[in-house]
């Protein structure tokens, strides 16, 4: 008997024994396999896009403002004594409406010098009238002669007795001639013009008055008044302004885009006017203006820009809310394709002198050199390297090399 209990005792110890090792033993496999998964390299979570065609445009936006077209400062003809201007801004005006009045001055003191002076200036503004009409008859004789030179050097040079550059010459002296001509016809308009002045100058000083008491300044165009330069009664000198005048329905866009944009934009692109307070309008570009000017970015860099000028193409009624410096922003549109293979923008990354994409293949991410054309900031054109269907990686992070392995987020 007691052999027997000796003999299961030793037997459950032995199996306790093997029990405690096998468990142990169980234990540390589950922690090294731990271990070894803990080390092993995860997934990369991605966001993925598909390659697709469809239509890719490339527009230039840029902020603006809107101006009338044409803008009509009415000036004082004559030095007087202004009225009270009625008119505010926004009122309509009729052609030949009155928009301000003047009345002569007092008469300065005429002195014996001052008279002298005044009959001098006439007496050259007079002499300069006369020297211009001569020179207009002089550019006439030299004119008439050197057209016909010219014709019959173009007969001669038909006849193949004169070379084509003798015609040319002789051309060249035609145009000068004319131009010559022409120069002399304006310098009579103002010897003309200093002559009258000349003469109303010394009508004044001696005290001699017209017949009207005063002279009524009228409008020029129908339109609206824009501004009111000199409301108040007073003094006003000749040529001082004193209405702005405006039709708010001739609108225009400026816009001052980078030269680096301008060169893309072509007369006639299609626009479209945003963010004015009103739903968006159709326009189209009219001009991009020959000069371009430095201004200085919000980062303090200087850009060189130049005014694109866009006509609105929307029927008045559209936007009848829109006046005249107002803000607007403008997307100009410089290139556009139908079936376009576009990838999104967010996908490429610099990769030497070109482009680079990665490339969902099973779990694997794979690196492709691609070649891209147009590219609008959100879409950009695939001419090599990636297929239709395919799908891309947005926004690769460094986790994300050739040949590691990634999940969809």
Known sequence: MTEGKSSNSGKRRSLTKWLRRFFFGALAVGLAFMIVVSFMPKPVVVETASVARGTLVVTVDEDGKSRVKDRYVVSAPLSGNLA?????????????????RLVPLEAPLLDTRSKAEAEARVRAAEA????????????????????????????????G???????????????????????????????????????????????????????????????RVLRVMHESEGVVQAGAPLVEL????????????????????????????LRWGGTPLKAEVRLIEPSAFTRLSALGVEEQRVNAIIDLRDPYSKWTALMDGFRVEARIVV???????????????????????????????????????????????????????????????????????????
């Open 161 to 223: 007795i004169t070379t084509q550059a003798d015609t040319d010459q002789a051309l060249l002296e035609e145009r000068a001639r004319s131009a010559e001509l022409a120069s002399s016809e304006f310098g009579s308009k103002v010897a003309d013009y200093e002559a009258q002045m000349a003469r109303a100058a010394l009508g004044a000083m001696s005290g001699k008055k017209g017949a009207a008491d005063s002279m009524d300044v009228p409008s020029p165009v129908a339109g």
């Open 335 to 409: 290139w556009e394709g139908q079936d376009v293979l576009h990838i999104p923008a967010s996908a490429l990354f610099q990769s030497g002198d070109g482009f680079a994409i990665f490339v969902v293949e099973g779990e694997l991410a794979r690196k492709r050199q691609v070649k891209i054309g147009h590219n609008n900031g959100l879409q950009a054109e695939v001419l090599e390297g990636i297929a239709e269907g395919a799908r891309v990686i947005l926004h690769p992070s460094d986790r994300v090399t050739d040949g590691a392995r990634v999940t969809f987020r």
């Open 84 to 100: 009270r201007i009625e008119l505010r801004p926004g009122d309509m005006v009729k052609p030949g409406q009155v928009l301000a």
């Open 246 to 273: 405006g039709d708010p329905s001739a609108l225009e866009v400026v816009v001052d885009v980078l030269t680096s944009d301008a060169v893309r934009i072509k007369q006639g692109a299609r626009t479209e006017i």
């Open 128 to 159: 300069a009238r006369r020297q211009s009409k001569a020179q207009i008859e002089r550019a006439k004789a030299a004119y008439s002669f050197a057209k016909k030179s010219a014709q019959r050097a173009k007969q001669l040079s038909k006849d």
